[in-house]
């Protein structure tokens, strides 16, 4: 969870293609509104977080679409081809 409004501009960096600009004191107000409650926040974030031994891979029905590129931040060209085997 960032804590200032460059932790938060590194994030939205992270989560979308193209460079969005938003003023600097929507940022600061984003980050009082959505992260007052950081600990319940980052706890909550924690128990979504399953470590690879526990992790199972179900078997689904239906056949998955995966879109990733080359310039991917969250999934590398590396790990895709590893999901797709």
Known sequence: ?????KGL???????AHRRLW?????????????FTNRK????????LVVSNKDATVPVLPQKILLLWGHNDNIFN????KT???
């Open 9 to 15: 501009k590194a994030l939205l960096s992270i989560a």
């Open 22 to 34: 938003f003023p600097e004191r929507l940022h600061r107000d984003f980050l009082e509104v959505m």
């Open 1 to 5: 969870l960032p804590e200032s409004v």
């Open 83 to 85: 999901m797709k085997e």
């Open 40 to 47: 319940e926040r980052a706890e909550l974030l924690e128990g």
């Open 77 to 80: 060209i590396e790990l895709a």
